[in-house]
């Protein structure tokens, strides 16, 4: 960025909106939840090829109870051959379902959890590089149990649930033992956020 295209002195540094000539995208490979691009953009003065997953997007969800403790889930992902630690997540891909509707239903579905209250916390381009993928990330409070278990199967079949005190995730993102980057935005982030209402 050159000093012209710089912020004004005081204005908060924000992502933005660039959109260069597409000038053709091709479908690579079709799968079941997302799909994989080959775009070829026009880039200033010449063209450059870039592969990408295209994603439909995803919440996540803090739960954070009543106690100051967090909800963290733990399943088998394959890519990286770990049952790691997380937040209870899951992808938009219901046709016109908003992202507050689809995380009350993520929490259902993956804790039995109801929430009362739900505030937006947090949003992040996963991985810029390689994906689209959104994720908004909510705080939910006030939770009880829902009325009714959720079958779950596959990976999901044997999530475990922990209860983590805040400060403890806190510690355990900063000591690199919890290496999920959902779970340490969400938990860095209501950290935050409880700190300015403080």
Excluded: C, K
């Excluded at 912020?7 to 079941?32: I, K, M, N, T, W």
């Excluded at 596959?154 to 806190?170: C, F, G, M, N, Q």
């Amino acid at each position: 960025m050159s000093e012209s295209e710089a912020p004004a002195v005081g204005e908060p540094l924000r992502d933005e909106p660039f959109e260069p000539e597409v000038l053709s995208s091709d479908l690579v490979y079709e799968g079941r939840v997302w799909d994989v691009r080959s775009d070829r953009v026009r880039y200033g003065e010449g063209e450059i090829v870039r592969q990408y997953v295209a994603h439909p997007g995803a919440v996540a969800i803090l739960a954070l109870d009543d106690e100051g403790r967090v909800l963290l889930i733990q399943q088998y992902r394959h890519p990286i051959r770990h049952r790691d630690w997380e937040l209870p997540a899951g992808l938009l891909d219901i046709a016109g379902e908003e992202p507050l509707a689809a995380a009350r239903r993520e929490l259902a579905e993956e804790a039995d959890l109801v929430a009362a209250h739900w505030e937006p916390l947090v949003s992040s381009w996963t991985t810029p590089g390689g994906n689209d993928e959104l994720i908004q990330v909510f705080l939910a409070t006030g939770l009880t149990a829902a009325a009714a278990a959720h079958a779950r199967e596959d990976e999901e079949a044997d999530i475990r649930l922990a209860w983590l005190p805040l400060e403890e995730a806190v510690t355990g993102v900063l000591a690199g033992r919890l290496r999920n980057g959902i779970l340490a935005l969400g938990v860095l982030a209501t950290a935050q956020r409880l700190r300015d209402r403080s």
